[in-house]
């Protein structure tokens, strides 16, 4: 299998330069065809000579995987569909707003977390992507030169692929990628304490938390993983992090009818989260096939939203979008579950 040229950085690339030929500078110009052109073929690399591309072509693959599918939602919401190796895929929604277009990525195919709620997890983990793969995803869609921000909370849990995930933000925020500012990009995942710290230490993008039930026991019933990273600890690792600044943390709620949307754990959320300086998001949940799980009436997240935003918590009601393409938050599978 041919190496991809996609995911290297300036300097891996004038070593692919010099290997198969061609001048050194010629490792700046495959960046730039890369990452700021972003063409999806060698060919289109013109200023590079025609017996450099065939040699190009002869040891390397540029990395792009052109979507499979594609399907438009109501409210103007792209679900893309990939395929990735043998028999796999995963998607990306690419979410238009006013002048923002957001490209919700993924970083996995499946997910070993096991979120009960999520169709993502419930079809099991099927492997990493790689850097190429995560990246292949915003150069690939037709908005891709519009993109203006990021979220990785597609399939997956980006921490769980942490060397990959982190490559791909270092191309999208390096001067030499996509150039884009850390605030254009947020990544979500349920708490994973140690690649969490390592992501807080490194990393100026955006954090989003999986947290869904401020009841540990009660949020193992759902999300198995607060055995080995429980809620308490991961709000306890964000409190000595300062998110006064530019970089936000959020905590992803999603609403379950009867189960954790009452003021008992309104109050719980209030107590864990007090003092921070956070938004909590309330996800309206999306049905799935088979899932014993009912969606909380508008009514009752209005409540739950103004029983914490009256403690000082800022608490919103996320839209949700996408919902008639199985494009919205917990609904993305590939193909294993179509």
Not at 10 to 24: C, F, I, N, R, S
Not at 43 to 64: A, P, Q
Not at 113 to 130: I, P
Not at 147 to 165: A, K, Q
Request: with cysteine.
């Amino acid at each position: 299998m041919r190496e991809k040229l996609l995911g290297k950085t300036p300097t891996e690339l004038k070593e692919v330069a010099l290997k198969v030929g061609l001048p050194a500078f010629a490792g700046k110009q495959l960046a730039q065809w890369l990452y700021v052109r972003r063409v999806k073929s060698i060919d289109e690399m013109t200023n590079i000579s025609k017996v450099g591309r065939e040699r190009l072509k002869e040891e390397y693959d540029l990395g792009v995987i052109l979507p499979s599918a594609c399907q438009t939602s109501t409210d103007g919401t792209k679900k893309y569909l990939f395929p990735i190796g043998e028999g796999n895929a995963v998607e990306a929604v690419m979410i238009p707003d006013d002048d923002r277009k957001t490209l919700c990525v993924s970083s996995q195919v499946g997910c070993r977390m096991g979120c009960k709620f999520c169709m993502t997890g419930r079809q099991g983990f099927h492997g990493h992507l790689s850097v190429a793969d995560i990246l292949s995803q915003f150069i690939a869609i037709d908005e891709s030169m519009d993109l203006t921000n990021t979220v990785f909370m597609g399939m997956g849990e980006p921490l769980d692929n942490y060397d990959n995930v982190m490559k791909a933000i270092e191309v999208l925020t390096a001067d030499w990628g996509f150039a884009w500012s850390p605030k254009r990009i947020t990544l979500s995942t349920i708490g994973v304490l140690p690649a969490l710290k390592k992501y807080l230490d490194s990393c100026r993008c955006h954090i989003a938390v999986s947290l869904h039930n401020p009841f540990g026991e009660e949020r193992a019933q759902i999300m198995p993983f607060q055995k080995a990273w429980p809620i308490a600890d991961v709000v306890a690792l964000l409190r000595e992090y300062d998110f006064t600044g530019q970089r936000r943390v959020s905590f992803e709620y999603t609403m379950f009818k009867g189960m954790n949307d009452d003021k008992q754990h309104a109050d719980a959320l209030i107590r864990l989260l007090k003092g921070m300086e956070c938004r909590v998001n309330l996800i309206r949940f999306h049905k799935i096939p088979d899932a014993p799980f009912d969606t909380t009436p508008q009514v009752i997240m209005e409540n739950f939203r103004d029983r914490v935003s009256n403690q000082g918590i800022t608490c919103t009601i996320r839209a949700s979008r996408g919902e008639d393409i199985l494009a919205a938050c917990g609904m993305l599978a590939g193909e294993h579950n179509r």
